[in-house]
C-alpha cells in the first residue's frame, strides 16, 4: 500500500493513465452477466446487428492456430480477432488499415474540411428510419455540385469528395452528420484541372438545407413509420423556419489530410467512446469525459459525464450502422472511374500535352501504384517463420472457442445417429447460405465447423459433407478453405 502512494506521488501523469485504462467495454458487458440481463430486459427493442456486435467481443483472440517449428519445437499461438465495432484492439487496426487505404487514395493538391450537421429536430426521426442515412449522402453530393455548378455555369467542374458519416459526438448523444473531404479544384469537359477555393458558407448552408429535406421527404417511406404524419410535419416546419438554419463548417484548409483521415475513420470501425476516456463504473453508473471548445475562450474544455449504465449501453449500441452499410463513400474524382485520370491531369497541367498523351500517363502512373502497393502492403500467405532458429513453422492445430457449452458426448453421438445423412447436408448447406451476407468473399472454414459442432455433427464429418456439397454443385470453394454458395 505504501509503494502504491509513493508510485502515484512520483509518477502522477502515468498513474492517472494506467488507471484510465483499467475500465474495459468488454469487462462492463461481462461483469454479473449485465449483457445477459441486458439482453434479457430489452430484447424486444435491440438489433441483431446490435447483439452480434456485442457478442463477437467475448470470443476476442480466445480461438487460434497452433504453429510448431519442425526443427526445434518451438510452437506459437496465433489468434483470431473478432473485428466487432465494439472492440478497441481491432477497432485500432481496421483503423489504421482505413487509414493506409485512404492515404493512398488522396490527390497530390489542397483539401477542404466540411462538416454537415442537421437540426435536432430530425435526430429521433432519422434514428427511426435508419434507411434515411443515404439520404444524408446524396445531399452533401447534390449540395457540392450545385454550389460549384453556380460559380461556374458553363464549365462542368467534377470535384473529388470523400464522405464518412458519424452518428454522434464526443458526448456519446445521437447526432448524425457527414465529414467531407473535398480537393480545392477538380477537372472540366476538356479533362483540364481547374482550381477551386470558394466554398461560401452561406450559400452552403442554403443548399444543403433545401437538398437535404427534399431528399428526406422524398425518400421517406411512410409504410415503415407508425406516424408518418409526425415525419412530414417535422420537415414542412423547417422548410417554413428560416432561423432553423442547418450548419456546415467549411473552413479548415488541409495541406495534408493524413491527421483528418485517421480522426474521421476511426469512429468507423472503432467503439464511439475511446476506453482511456472512461473514469469509473460503479452502483450501475458509468462516468466519462469528453472535450470541447469553449466559445469565449476559444481553448478546450473537458466536460464530465455520468449516465446510468443501461443508458451508456445504449448510447453506444445506437452508433452500430446496419449490417452491410458504407460508413465511408467516394464520389466525384474519388471515385474508380476517375482518381486515375485526375492524378494524370495534376501531372501534366503546367505542360502542353494531347489527351493521348494523357492516356499513356494514365496507364503509367497505374503500373506505378500497383507496385507501390505491392511494396507498401503488408503481405499475405507468406509463412510463418521460426524466432528462434528461422525455420519455416507448421499449422498443427486451430483451436475453435465454443459459443455455448457443447453437448455431452453420449448426446451428440445420440443425435448424430438420429440424424439422417440428408438432414446433416441441409444443416451444413443452410449454415453457408446464413452465413453468404456476413461473409459475402467466402464463408471461413472455422465458422462452420463451429455451428456445425453446435448440431453435434463433427469436424472430419462436416468436411466430408462440405465435399459432398461441392461435388454435388450446391456449394464452390473462392479460396482455400473458404465456401460459398451457388446461386
Known amino acids: 500500500m505504501l509503494f502504491f502512494f509513493w508510485w502515484l506521488e512520483t509518477f502522477p501523469l502515468l498513474s492517472i493513465f494506467l488507471l484510465l485504462g483499467l475500465v474495459k467495454l468488454k469487462a462492463i458487458f461481462t461483469k454479473n452477466h449485465f449483457w445477459e440481463t441486458f439482453k434479457a430486459k430489452y430484447k424486444e427493442d435491440l438489433r441483431e446487428v446490435e447483439i452480434q456486435e456485442v457478442e463477437k467481443i467475448f470470443t476476442c483472440r480466445k480461438s487460434y492456430k497452433t504453429y510448431q517449428c519442425p526443427h526445434c519445437g518451438l510452437k506459437r499461438r496465433i489468434p483470431f480477432s473478432c473485428k466487432s465495432r465494439l472492440c478497441s484492439s481491432c477497432g485500432k487496426l481496421s483503423t489504421d488499415k482505413w487509414t493506409r487505404l485512404l492515404e493512398k487514395k488522396l490527390l497530390p493538391v489542397t483539401h477542404r474540411h466540411l462538416v454537415f450537421t442537421i437540426s435536432d429536430h430530425l435526430w429521433s426521426l432519422i434514428k427511426q428510419n435508419r434507411y434515411l442515412y443515404d439520404t444524408l449522402f446524396k445531399a452533401v453530393k447534390r449540395t457540392l455540385d450545385r454550389v460549384v455548378q453556380n460559380r461556374y455555369p458553363s464549365d462542368q467542374i467534377t470535384l473529388g469528395v470523400i464522405c464518412a458519416f458519424h452518428t454522434g459526438g464526443k458526448d456519446l448523444k445521437f447526432n448524425p452528420h457527414i465529414h467531407a473531404i473535398v480537393t480545392e479544384g477538380g477537372l472540366n469537359t476538356k479533362k483540364e484541372w481547374v482550381s477551386y477555393t470558394y466554398f461560401p458558407y452561406a450559400q452552403l448552408r442554403r443548399i444543403w438545407k433545401y437538398e437535404l429535406l427534399t431528399g428526406l421527404k422524398r425518400d421517406f417511406n411512410p409504410a415503415n413509420s407508425p406516424h408518418p404524419h409526425e415525419f412530414f410535419a417535422v420537415i414542412e416546419e423547417l422548410f417554413a423556419n428560416r432561423a432553423l438554419e442547418f450548419y456546415v463548417r467549411a473552413k479548415d484548409r488541409l495541406y495534408s489530410g493524413k491527421g483528418l483521415i485517421k480522426y474521421i475513420i476511426r469512429y468507423i470501425r472503432h467503439p464511439a467512446i475511446a476506453?482511456?476516456?472512461?473514469?469509473?463504473?460503479e452502483a450501475n453508473q458509468v462516468t466519462f469525459w469528453y472535450e470541447r471548445k469553449d466559445q469565449e475562450s476559444g481553448h478546450m474544455k473537458r466536460y464530465y459525464v455520468t449516465m446510468e449504465l443501461d443508458?451508456?449501453?445504449?448510447?453506444?449500441?445506437?452508433?452500430?450502422?446496419?449490417?452491410?452499410?458504407?460508413?465511408?463513400?467516394?464520389?466525384?474524382?474519388?471515385?474508380?472511374?476517375?482518381?486515375?485520370?485526375?492524378?494524370?491531369a495534376l501531372v501534366l497541367k503546367d505542360t502542353l500535352t494531347s489527351f493521348y498523351d494523357l492516356g499513356l500517363r494514365l496507364t503509367f502512373i497505374k503500373q506505378l501504384e500497383a507496385a507501390e502497393e505491392r511494396q507498401t502492403e503488408p503481405k499475405k500467405g507468406l509463412p510463418l517463420v521460426c524466432p528462434r532458429c528461422g525455420s519455416e513453422m507448421e499449422l498443427i492445430d486451430i483451436y475453435i472457442y465454443p459459443t455455448k457449452p457443447p453437448p455431452p458426448l453420449l448426446v451428440q453421438a445420440k443425435l448424430i445417429q438420429e440424424m439422417a445423412e440428408p438432414e446433416r447436408i441441409s444443416l451444413i448447406h443452410e449454415i453457408i447460405v446464413k452465413n453468404h451476407r456476413y461473409y459475402p468473399k467466402g464463408i471461413p472454414l472455422r465458422i462452420i465447423v463451429a455451428e456445425a459442432n453446435d448440431h453435434a455433427i463433427q469436424e472430419p464429418i462436416c468436411k466430408s459433407l462440405l465435399t459432398h456439397l461441392v461435388n454435388q454443385g450446391m456449394i464452390f470453394l473462392p479460396q482455400l478453405d473458404y465456401y460459398l454458395p451457388i446461386t
Request: aromatic share 14%; no cysteine.
Open 275 to 281: 476506453e482511456s476516456r472512461i473514469i469509473k463504473v
Open 311 to 344: 443508458d451508456f449501453i445504449w448510447a453506444l449500441l445506437q452508433q452500430l450502422p446496419d449490417r452491410n452499410f458504407r460508413m465511408v463513400r467516394f464520389y466525384g474524382l474519388y471515385s474508380n472511374r476517375l482518381r486515375l485520370l485526375a492524378k494524370a
